[in-house]
């Protein structure tokens, strides 16, 4: 009987599939999110973050594996894991016709606060969304902004333990984007929440972990640091002693220092000088080996720019793997042409 | 029971602000209205009943009913508020009931409306004579039984499609469906018309609206309607498939 953790996972994932007739939108997906950490769910469109996200949230059954929400089974009880979790759907849909107030009560009493606690929990959600000013008005008539609070509004009003959001900041300007990253880090301090999304700078500052789907499976999954430093570039421009170097051999001294997978040329502004890319081999720093390089091979070195690979790229390199083969089939040289 | 009426509630709400079901509620008093003028007879024969109104009932609520449930679902699953709905720690049946208790209310409003012709005839009536209530009263219980039925199933035709439109046709088709095994007796024989007479609507509006109450016929509109709100809730459930 008290075999069980204290506290199970808040998320519990495995083996997760789903099938849409033919098609496979998910091919066997686990993870664990404990309690409290703020994760980030990245993935190009049609990845299956919203699919998992549905799965999660009981309004998608899954065809196969185990899904938890804080230990109960979403497919054996999915109305008592529904009560764990808060959710802003993708897009955000709300009753037009309804006032915000109207609307949040309304919420309110299907999420069972006891009707004595119902103003209270309704002006909680409100102050913690910023809704004062619009508590009386048509969600019809407010700005997408607004909108998006309510939704954020309705998602906390009972207090949940998981706050699932499925691309909370997608379609908002830059200002209701910050507005919004703001709440939703200040949200994060206590509760656990797991948000989809595809812009990376947004996991980088509101997420302590970010798991990359794609085509239905996990390919990544760490801190957003770590992930975004495996790799990084390094940019330079030399030029010889006398006038400009000989092309073709720098770049094979360069090719040949021991941490550098790639080499490639840019274009300068300096005269008589060439720059160049220069891609590493995982985490290996090639900065020392490089400058001795050039100095025994007589070069002189204007400048030296060292650059992590950014989570972007890290995205990219790990989301259009099939699509990046061929791209680097058709155009080997096209950087050096 | 608690989600249900939550529910229903929100529902009722979204009622009185769509404009929609203000113009239906509207045409079906007018048109009832009409009918009961017309065909009671009151201007010609000065007799004082509702039958011909009552006898009409049937194929008004098959234009009226999937008027007013077409929305019910289809509007949700359109415009995206049905995955929030269907992500509350709700049951599908607590859903499929607390709509189907906001239109029948809806309906029943149209209905209470309609208590103006009885009160108008009773003042109008010759002196002397009597207004048999008898036939009034089961008139209106017999309305609302069929209420819940046409509703249960426009309610399934609004779980079918997304479109609205669809939603009503199709609404008028299953409403259709359950009136016109009443006139099974034209054209089969005798002894099998009369069976299948039996699963019309039309049928046991007839026996109640005369002012019989018969269990049976109670009986058969309960069934009906518990058919339709299963149907429903069996395909929602399925959208989650």
Redesign the interface.
């Known amino acids: 009987m008290s075999d069980a953790p204290a506290s199970p996972p808040m998320i519990q994932i495995e083996g997760l599939t789903k099938h849409y007739g033919r098609t496979h939108a998910l091919r066997g997906i686990t993870f664990e999110v404990p309690k409290g950490q703020v994760v980030g769910f990245l993935g190009p469109n049609g990845a299956g973050k919203s699919t998992t996200m549905k799965i999660l949230t009981g309004f998608v059954e899954a065809t196969g594996g185990i899904v938890k929400v804080a230990g109960i089974s979403v497919a054996d009880d999915p109305v008592g894991a529904r009560t764990r979790i808060g959710y802003l759907p993708e897009n955000n849909p709300l009753y037009e016709d309804m006032m915000v107030e109207e609307y949040l009560e309304y919420i309110a009493r299907i999420r069972r606060i006891p009707a004595d606690k119902v103003r209270g929990a309704i002006d909680t959600a409100v102050a913690r969304c910023g809704l004062q000013k619009v508590r009386g008005k048509d969600i019809g008539e407010l700005s997408k902004g607004f909108r998006q609070r309510v939704g954020l509004a309705q998602a906390i009003v009972h207090d949940p333990d998981l706050l699932i959001l499925d691309e909370p900041t997608t379609g908002l300007d830059p200002n209701q984007v910050v507005e919004i990253r703001n709440l939703i880090r200040e949200l994060g301090k206590e509760k656990t929440v797991i948000l989809s999304t595809h812009v990376l700078p947004e996991v980088q500052h509101m997420c302590g972990r970010a798991l990359i789907i794609s085509e239905g499976k996990i390919v990544a999954d760490g801190a957003p640091d770590q992930l975004s430093s495996d790799g990084g570039h390094i940019d330079l421009v030399v030029t010889g002693k006398r006038g400009a170097p000989d092309l073709a051999a720098t770049r094979a001294l360069l090719k040949a220092l021991p941490d550098v997978a790639e080499v490639h040329e840019r274009t300068t502004g300096e005269k008589d000088a060439l720059a160049f890319s220069l891609t590493t081999k995982g985490s290996a720093d090639p900065r020392r080996a490089l400058f001795a390089a050039l100095v025994d091979a007589e070069l002189v070195l204007l400048s030296l720019d060292k650059k992590a690979l950014g989570l972007e790229e890290t995205f990219r390199k790990l989301t259009t793997a099939e699509a990046g083969k061929a791209e680097h089939a058709d155009h080997p040289h096209s950087k050096a042409a | 029971m ?2 249900t009426l ?2 229903a ?2 529902e009722l ?2 009622y009185f ?2 404009p929609v079901a203000h113009v239906v509620l509207a045409v079906f008093l007018v048109v009832s209205g009409w009918l009961f003028f017309y065909f009671s007879g009151l201007l010609i024969v000065g007799k004082a009943s509702m039958r011909g109104f009552f006898a009409l009932c049937p194929l008004l609520f098959m234009l009226f009913v999937p008027a007013i449930t077409m929305r019910l679902i289809a509007e949700e699953r359109k ?6 709905l ?6 599908e049946h607590e859903v499929v009931l607390g709509k189907f208790l906001a239109a029948l209310s809806m309906m029943c409003v149209g209905l209470l409306c309609t208590f103006v012709y009885p009160v108008s005839l009773a003042l109008i009536k010759a002196p002397g004579s009597a207004l048999d209530m008898g036939p009034i009263i089961g008139g209106y219980l017999s309305a609302v039984l069929l209420l819940s039925s046409f509703i249960a199933f426009g309610m399934w035709a609004s779980a079918l499609s997304k479109n609205q439109i669809i939603a009503f046709i199709l609404g008028l088709l299953l409403c259709f469906a359950l009136w016109i095994p009443d006139k099974a007796i034209l054209i089969l024989p005798a002894s099998l018309g009369a069976a299948v007479q039996y699963l019309s609507v039309n049928y046991h509006f007839e026996n109640i609206a005369r002012g019989v109450i018969d269990v049976r016929d109670v009986l058969y509109y309960l069934t009906v309607t518990t058919i339709g709100l299963v149907l429903t809730t069996r395909t929602i459930a399925a959208t ?2």
Do not use: K, W, Y
């Open positions: 608690h989600n939550a529910i509630r929100r709400t979204s602000h769509s415009s995206g508020t049905f995955e929030g269907m992500t509350l720690p709700v049951a989650r498939q």
